[in-house]
């Protein structure tokens, strides 16, 4: 059931780096094209806060965002937020591909994650 919803909220959410959109089952030419501007062929929107859809402090969830930051040194990112109507998070789109993303994710404690290779739709990933 909780799966189900959370399934639900996922698809229903808007995911954003900085001004260029993405949503779930769709395409996103201007992220497509940042991913060719970074010479990768896929990206992921990651959260750091809130971990397994728990609401959390909004300073916990800041210091979470920051040690996300920090593990991105290196990394194409850029910053963004994701959700839908009172639930919005903290998250950065990053130039990997989706295995490496799934790691990271893991790493902080998050359901799932979106996962854009370039020509194709955004797709939701379960890592839990």
Known sequence: MR???LERDYRASCYFAGAYLAR????ASAL???LQRWRVQEGVFIAAGNPRSQ???????AR???LLRERLRGL?????KGGAKRWWEAHYFIG???ARGKRLTRLFRQNAMVALR???KARLIWVF
């Open 24 to 27: 779930i089952g769709q395409r």
């Open 118 to 120: 370039r020509g194709a």
């Open 76 to 80: 194409p990112n850029v910053e963004g």
């Open 64 to 66: 979470r965002h920051a």
């Open 32 to 34: 497509d094209a940042l």
């Open 3 to 5: 799966r189900a919803k």
């Open 96 to 98: 990997i591909c989706a």
């Open 55 to 61: 609401r959390m402090a909004a300073g916990w969830n």
